[in-house]
């Protein structure tokens, strides 16, 4: 519909697909063991998604692993109590690798509607495509899907024993981890603190598409600016992702995803249950390019109806 042309024509100018782009978050944190081989094959498999998002953290002595947390809250470690409350480490950066690597695994979807203090971990099975997993080995894996990667507030860390001390020196690491991927696949590095992406272009210039910073997002509802190669990443709701934001965003070169998860008290997840057709559609009549969501498979057969109704 935007400037004319029909929705379900558009190819979107960062990830270069036919619109709109179904993203799995996380994998699908309520459908799949988030962020594990298990989830990633729900979500390209199942949900039949397009982009996969996920999250990378840094351990305690500096290796990248797919995970959002930071807290450990769903995760079973060998060795560690399996009742999270009572631990008294449980981030993933109180971790080295070697206390994670295939001792790690990652509880179904039902153990993230529990209270902290009834979280049992000792059922869950010891099945390694349920285990953590570094970013590397998840980039050999998965060589084929384009993806949508937010880089986590441990990247700030000074690493012990090592000669990155903060910022900088993990955005270098992490960018040599991404220009030594063999898949030829779109990369878009996200995040929701300004000074990392501010920090990540720096070194990399433009060879990755990336978000919008916080303060870029202000600035689009008042300034035109540069677009070509950014993604604003934004809430669900309209306020946001005003017909005028996309259409501004669009014409400038840029793509529009948004989250159906949560954020804060103000933007509850529409993906918490199964989204209703209204709520999807809405946002998809809107022009969007993307939608992020917990529920992929959820999403793909509304998604489905409202292409084939376009």
Same mark, same amino acid.
């Given at each position: 519909m935007g400037n004319g042309n029909p929705l379900s024509s558009r190819i979107d100018p960062i990830f270069k697909l036919k619109t709109p782009i179904l993203f799995g978050h996380r994998g699908g944190v309520l459908e799949a063991p988030e962020s594990t081989v298990m989830a990633f094959h729900h979500a390209l498999e199942v949900a039949r998604v397009d982009v996969l998002e996920l999250d990378v953290q840094l351990t305690r002595d500096g290796r990248f692993v797919v995970w959002h947390g930071p807290?450990?809250?769903? *995760? %079973? !470690?060998?060795? !560690?109590?399996d009742r999270p409350s009572k631990r008294d480490r449980n981030k993933i950066y109180d971790y080295d690798w070697a206390?994670?690597?295939?001792?790690?695994?990652?509880?179904?979807?039902?153990? $993230? @509607?529990?209270?902290?203090?009834?979280i049992d971990l000792s059922d869950v099975p010891k099945e390694e495509d349920r285990s953590l997993l570094l970013f590397e080995d998840f980039l050999k894996k998965f060589s084929y899907s384009p993806l949508n990667i937010e880089i986590k507030e441990s990247f700030n860390r000074h690493i012990n024993g090592n000669d990155?001390?903060?910022? $900088?020196?993990? !955005?270098? +690491? /992490? @960018?040599?981890?991404?220009? +030594?991927?063999?898949?030829? %696949?779109? $990369? *878009?590095? *996200? @995040? @929701?603190?300004?000074? /990392? !992406?501010?920090e990540f272009r720096k070194q990399n210039g433009e060879k990755y598409p990336t978000g919008l910073s916080t303060m870029e997002q202000l600035f689009l509802q008042v300034l035109n600016m540069k677009m070509k190669n950014r993604a604003l990443e934004t809430v669900h709701s309209h306020l946001f992702t005003t017909r005028k934001i996309i259409d501004r965003v669009r014409e400038e070169g840029g793509a529009t995803f948004v989250f159906l998860t949560e954020f804060g008290p103000f933007f509850p997840a529409l993906d918490q249950h199964d989204p209703s057709e209204k709520d999807i559609f809405e946002i998809l009549d809107r022009g969007v390019d993307g939608i992020m969501t917990d529920r992929p498979k959820s999403v793909r057969d509304i998604m489905d109806r409202w292409i084939a109704a376009h």
């Amino acid at each position: 519909m935007g400037n004319g042309n029909p929705l379900s024509s558009r190819i979107d100018p960062i990830f270069k697909l036919k619109t709109p782009i179904l993203f799995g978050h996380r994998g699908g944190v309520l459908e799949a063991p988030e962020s594990t081989v298990m989830a990633f094959h729900h979500a390209l498999e199942v949900a039949r998604v397009d982009v996969l998002e996920l999250d990378v953290q840094l351990t305690r002595d500096g290796r990248f692993v797919v995970w959002h947390g930071p807290d450990l809250n769903n *995760v %079973r !470690i060998e060795g !560690i109590g399996d009742r999270p409350s009572k631990r008294d480490r449980n981030k993933i950066y109180d971790y080295d690798w070697a206390e994670l690597d295939g001792r790690a695994w990652v509880a179904d979807p039902a153990v $993230k @509607s529990l209270d902290v203090n009834q979280i049992d971990l000792s059922d869950v099975p010891k099945e390694e495509d349920r285990s953590l997993l570094l970013f590397e080995d998840f980039l050999k894996k998965f060589s084929y899907s384009p993806l949508n990667i937010e880089i986590k507030e441990s990247f700030n860390r000074h690493i012990n024993g090592n000669d990155r001390k903060g910022l $900088k020196d993990n !955005i270098r +690491a /992490f @960018s040599n981890i991404l220009n +030594a991927d063999a898949g030829n %696949r779109v $990369k *878009v590095v *996200v @995040s @929701s603190t300004d000074e /990392f !992406i501010v920090e990540f272009r720096k070194q990399n210039g433009e060879k990755y598409p990336t978000g919008l910073s916080t303060m870029e997002q202000l600035f689009l509802q008042v300034l035109n600016m540069k677009m070509k190669n950014r993604a604003l990443e934004t809430v669900h709701s309209h306020l946001f992702t005003t017909r005028k934001i996309i259409d501004r965003v669009r014409e400038e070169g840029g793509a529009t995803f948004v989250f159906l998860t949560e954020f804060g008290p103000f933007f509850p997840a529409l993906d918490q249950h199964d989204p209703s057709e209204k709520d999807i559609f809405e946002i998809l009549d809107r022009g969007v390019d993307g939608i992020m969501t917990d529920r992929p498979k959820s999403v793909r057969d509304i998604m489905d109806r409202w292409i084939a109704a376009h």
